[in-house]
């Protein structure tokens, strides 16, 4: 194929995945337990006063804010995913290698499950302050964890003494957290439980703007790197012989990632499985390893499988909705799994 | 009077610390046309050598000049156009070949990796001199070991440069790869004045294609000169003979040696001659002048016996070499 055609065909497919993100969302937007037509939709994000109140409730305060944390937190861990894989070129790598989510988890788990369970600590009161305080604690644990990965991402030359001291700082944090499941009450277990599966329903505005703020700054810090990631996939030493500064690329691959996996974590609490596959899937439509075209297709897809997970909880059980992650592991593990037998003209 | 070099090197050191210092007073210089083989035992620091003569690692003490520039001077992006560095490389993530070769573009990209027309035909013009033309859709993933070095060979050649920097390019392929990979380096060498630096630990190839060979021995000091040289002066036998092996001094080349085996005569002369030589040194006999047993090979094929084994009085004609071999173990074992 020459070489003006495969750019015009990657071109085309991100228009195409462009299109289908769109009208994801407009499902997203119009299907669920009230039907609302696409018209009436249209009027209502155009904040027409004529159209249906119940409708306009049900789009501003249920549906838009849930579909946007969808497509941002899908986004996110995408994007992240394949910075982590490409820097440490492991396919397993994800956006959490580096300890983020065990950071954002301990101090979830520290508010949830506060020590001793005295009702009067100043803890417990946060915790039953409920969302507001979860996502204040998830994301101090999660800036604490992103801190740490700095700290030492600064400090040694390897990739691998990074993702190596992620992984420790994970295990560390579960053992702590075990801990703390072990000391708390059945409820607040429970109540700790349930956020650990993900969830991407009543996140309030202002939060939201948050979650859009930092996953705005988080891509666009990896997609500055893109051809720093592209010499990398020959190595660290090769990168650096093309004139690729390694050192601040990797910097700014281990923060826009970190950052990307912290405020969603924070925000929806630890969702798995996108961050991982998501880059397989892109790489796989995109027959390409090149990140200036891996990057946005990888954006578009992650955003599309968070819909589609989004609508398959949604759909699957009435009024309670599946958790994200249940969704995301039953559905997608065995169709990764397909698409992995399946590929023999690329394997990692 | 000489061109004046692409690469010089004077009175380097090199190594991870003071402490640890693997050479010291490297003075050198890489002409233009010129395929120089870095030799050494492993450990003595070809590979830091050529990451220290890349710019990706400071040396010691000493200095490194491209043409009239020191290294120092110049930014990653100007040294990565005017050298380009191969290591050994174990590709991660599934790539088609023409987006590898692709990669050696990097420096002309813009901040995206976007390049140009006039990239692309340095791509092609690369894959074509590597003999891997229409190779452009293939999966790099599912390369012989030989192929996969020479996409890698013609990424490294796309970046445009003065100077080549290969690490150990010939492990890892069998023999007449090395040679077509050498022939490859030779001529992109010799067509615009350009310049490589090999390491390898191939010395049949070095001494058939180096224009000059650079020695570092184990303790830090080095020698260089051309193939021919190093044989005759005995340095390529100081180098590399160790109490299994030696060079010999006519064709430079490593053979076994043995010691304390049963001794042999042979008399003769011609190709079957020197083979009847191989084989005996290889089953741990010595060639003597004047050993009881004596072997006689006949100039050519032709006649039923071209071979007769004599110990002491009694003479057998033999038709093979297997069954010369065979015959000696039982009557004369080694």
């Not at chain 1, 003006?4 to 937007?29: C, G, T, W, Y």
């Not at chain 1, 039953?330 to 990764?336: C, E, H, K, R, V």
């Not at chain 2, 690490?167 to 615009?192: C, G, H, N």
């Amino acid at each position: 194929m020459s070489q003006r055609l495969r750019r015009d065909a990657s071109s085309f497919m991100l228009l195409l995945l462009s299109a289908m993100l769109l009208a994801l969302v407009a499902i997203s937007l119009t299907a669920g337990s009230v039907t609302i037509p696409l018209r009436d939709l249209w009027s209502i994000l155009q904040g027409t006063p004529s159209s249906d109140p119940v409708f306009q409730t049900i789009v501003w305060e249920v549906r838009l804010p849930r579909m946007l944390v969808a497509l941002l937190a899908g986004a996110a861990l995408s994007a992240a995913g394949l910075a982590m894989q490409t820097l440490f070129r492991n396919p397993l790598a994800g956006p959490y290698v580096l300890g983020v989510d065990a950071g954002a988890s301990l101090g979830v788990a520290l508010v949830t499950l506060s020590v001793g369970a005295g009702k009067e600590s100043f803890l417990a009161t946060v915790g039953l302050w409920s969302g507001m305080g979860r996502l204040l604690a998830a994301t101090i644990g999660a800036a604490g964890a992103l801190g740490v990965v700095m700290l030492v991402a600064a400090r040694v030359g390897s990739d691998l003494t990074i993702l190596i001291v992620g992984l420790l700082m994970s295990y560390f944090v579960s053992g702590l957290i075990g801990f703390l499941i072990y000391q708390a009450e059945p409820e607040s277990s429970q109540r700790y439980l349930l956020w650990t599966f993900g969830s991407f329903d009543n996140i309030p505005w202002p939060s939201l703007f948050l979650l859009a703020g930092a996953v705005l700054v988080g891509i666009s810090l990896i997609f500055l790197l893109v051809k720093g990631m592209d010499a990398l996939l020959l190595g660290e030493e090769s990168a650096e012989s093309l004139g690729i500064a390694v050192r601040s690329t990797r910097w700014g691959l281990v923060v826009g990632s970190s950052l990307l996996a912290a405020a969603v974590t924070a925000t929806c609490g630890p969702i798995g499985f996108i961050g991982v596959a998501v880059p397989h899937l892109s790489r796989w439509v995109m027959r390409s390893s090149i990140h200036r075209i891996l990057m946005p297709a990888t954006i578009l897809l992650g955003a599309m499988v968070a819909l589609i997970a989004d609508l398959i909880a949604r759909g699957s059980a009435g009024n309670t909705p599946m958790p994200i992650n249940v969704v995301t592991s039953l559905f997608g593990a065995p169709l990764l799994l397909v698409l992995v037998l399946n590929r023999r003209e690329a394997r990692w | 009077m000489l061109p004046s070099p692409l690469l010089s090197a004077r009175n380097l050191a090199i190594g991870f610390s003071p402490k640890q210092t693997l050479a010291r007073d490297l003075s050198l210089d890489l002409l233009p046309g010129e395929i120089i083989f870095l030799l050494g035992r492993n450990g003595v620091g070809k590979s830091t050598l050529l990451r220290t003569l890349a710019g990706l690692r400071a040396p010691l003490s000493g200095t490194i000049s491209y043409g009239s520039q020191e290294i120092e001077s110049l930014s990653a992006k100007a040294k990565a156009k005017y050298r380009a560095v191969l290591f050994p490389t174990q590709l991660k993530s599934p790539t088609r070949v023409r987006e590898l070769v692709s990669l050696g573009r990097l420096p002309y990209a813009d901040w995206s990796g976007q390049i140009s027309r006039h990239d692309q035909e340095e791509i092609d013009r690369s894959l074509l001199a590597v003999g891997c033309g229409d190779w452009n859709d293939r999966w790099v993933d599912q390369l012989s070991d030989g192929e996969k070095q020479r996409v890698l060979l013609a990424k490294t050649i796309a970046q445009g440069t003065s100077i080549l920097l290969l690490d150990e390019p010939t492990a890892f392929i069998d023999l007449p790869q090395r040679m077509e990979l050498a022939k490859v380096l030779k001529r992109w060498a010799r067509q615009a004045g350009r310049g490589v630096i090999l390491s390898t630990h191939d010395l049949d190839l070095a001494m058939a294609t180096a224009d000059q060979i650079w020695i570092l021995e184990s303790g830090g000091s080095w020698t260089s000169g051309i193939p021919e040289e190093l044989a005759m002066s005995g340095t390529l036998g100081r180098v590399f003979e160790s109490p299994e092996a030696t060079i010999d001094r006519a064709t430079g080349r490593l053979i076994w040696c043995q010691t304390g085996g049963p001794t042999v005569t042979v008399i003769g002369h011609g190709p079957w001659h020197d083979w009847t030589i191989r084989a005996l040194i290889r089953a741990g006999y010595q060639i003597h002048d004047r050993s009881e047993v004596v072997i006689r090979v006949g100039s050519s094929l032709e006649g039923a016996s071209p071979w007769s084994l004599s110990i002491g009085l009694q003479t057998e004609d033999i038709r093979s070499l297997a069954e010369l071999l065979r015959v000696l173990n039982q009557k004369h074992p080694a």
